[in-house]
């Protein structure tokens, strides 16, 4: 028992040394003056739609970059995309939807703003 009990000690203890690691590197190479960044989503079907946007916001949140978009893109014009991604909208305002032909736009646009 008391291996076990040592195994998970010293598991526990190199995920909590790789994540300061991963902190300080991430610290040192960052940059002085971040720039903007946009993640783009390709969103096929509604099935799945709420699950890619969380998972890209916490990404963002990870990444710590920043001035930090997630810009949603609704291939097929799912109507059921489109719902999730305005009561999203209204909770995180780094997210937008737009339309295939209207991604160069919304990159443009974040890129104007700074």
């Not at 009990?5 to 610290?27: N, P």
């Amino acid at each position: 028992m008391e291996i076990v009990f040592w195994g998970v000690t010293a598991a526990l203890a190199a995920l909590g040394l790789i994540e300061l690691v991963r902190m300080l590197v991430f610290w040192l190479t960052r940059p002085l003056r971040p720039g903007a960044l946009t993640l783009v989503l390709s969103i096929e079907d509604g099935e799945e739609c709420e699950q890619l946007i969380r998972a890209g916001l916490a990404r963002l949140q990870w990444m710590d970059w920043g001035t930090c978009r997630l810009v949603c893109v609704n291939k097929r014009q799912d109507p059921q995309v489109e719902g999730i991604c305005k009561v999203l909208e209204r909770r995180y305002p780094q997210l937008t939807l737009c339309k295939t032909q209207d991604l160069v736009y919304h990159i443009l646009q974040s890129d104007q703003a700074d």
